[in-house]
């Protein structure tokens, strides 16, 4: 059986390979001499692109989104073509390995290379929020020496290491090429989007159109921030607890009903192996994934 389905992936990968082979073969245009070129005035026709057809498509705006949040210049065509290739080699290989089950782990293996650039995305994220505060000060102290806003995002850009840098770095070098401060700020915001971040975004923005200090503003951002981390990490401490008890006692139902099902193989044949006891496990796992999630809601408090 196994053998046929891996008959069967391989034909459809092969016919998948043949007729996007066919389809560039057929949209490129036929081969012209120099002097056709020169003499030849009517509009060439445009080469179909599958890559910037992929690139366009909402899957791939919305994977270029997360990969330049995480500061990645992968292109989303190439994140998709290494999808597709995981997904066919998985269908075909997973399942002599776990039967079944292979179809559904192809599919987990094909999208390990999406879940990597989120996972990127939402560590260069949290890098940024936690040297906020520190550009936010060598900003101020910049403006504070006389210089002008470029040269104290330059002075980051020096500074600084990890995301902060590479952040900074790409603000000069669109500031270097003729885009304005609150265009650039703005465009940061857009990527790493944070209420924090906005504040400073904001802070820029009023400064240009009203005037004011804006390296006191700044500092009094980077105060602030500092302020409500060290209040969210006391509150942390405070409800460690009670963040600890959901996660124990919603693992003492299904720990509960393998220890019993391992002292007791009948019992736990008539709940795995019977509809009426497969029907009652459902129903008890739905009442206790809403009980996690209700009491992980009641544990959470907001600063």
Not at 1 to 26: D, K, P, R
Not at 87 to 103: E, K, Q
Not at 167 to 190: I, K, N, P, Q, Y
């Amino acid at each position: 059986m196994s053998l046929g389905l891996a008959t069967i992936a391989l034909s459809a990968a092969a016919g998948f390979v043949v007729a996007v082979g066919a389809l560039l073969y057929l949209a490129a245009p036929a081969e012209r001499g120099a002097a056709q070129f020169l003499t030849d005035a009517r509009p060439r026709p445009r080469r179909f692109d599958i890559a910037a057809a992929l690139d366009a498509s909402p899957p791939g705006r919305r994977i270029a989104r997360d990969a330049e949040a995480a500061g990645m210049t992968t292109r989303p065509s190439s994140l998709l073509f290494l999808s597709v290739g995981l997904l066919v080699i998985g269908y075909v290989l997973l399942p002599g390995f776990v039967g079944d089950l292979g179809a559904p782990a192809a599919v987990v293996v094909a999208l390990v290379p999406y879940v990597n650039v989120r996972r990127r995305a939402g560590m260069h994220a949290r890098e940024f929020k936690r040297q906020l505060p520190a550009a936010l000060d060598l900003i101020a102290n910049g403006l504070r020496a006389g210089q002008t806003e470029v040269q104290a995002f330059r002075l980051v850009a020096t500074e600084m290491t990890g995301s902060a840098k590479e952040e900074f770095e790409r603000l000069t070098r669109e500031l270097e090429l003729g885009a304005t401060v609150e265009s650039v700020t703005a465009s940061l915001h857009e990527r790493l989007p944070d209420p924090d971040l906005e504040l400073a975004v904001d802070a820029i923005a009023l400064s240009h159109r009203v005037g004011g200090d804006l390296a006191k503003m700044l500092s009094d951002i980077a105060q602030t921030i500092r302020d409500r981390d060290r209040l969210s990490r006391e509150v942390g401490a405070l409800t460690a607890q009670g963040r600890a008890s959901v996660w124990f006692v919603t693992a003492l139902a299904p720990v509960g009903l393998f220890a019993v099902s391992a002292l007791n193989p009948e019992w736990g044949r008539l709940m795995f192996q019977t509809g009426p006891g497969r029907l009652l496990l459902g129903v008890v796992a739905a009442l206790v994934a809403l009980g996690f999630f209700v009491a992980r809601r009641a544990a959470r408090v907001e600063v």
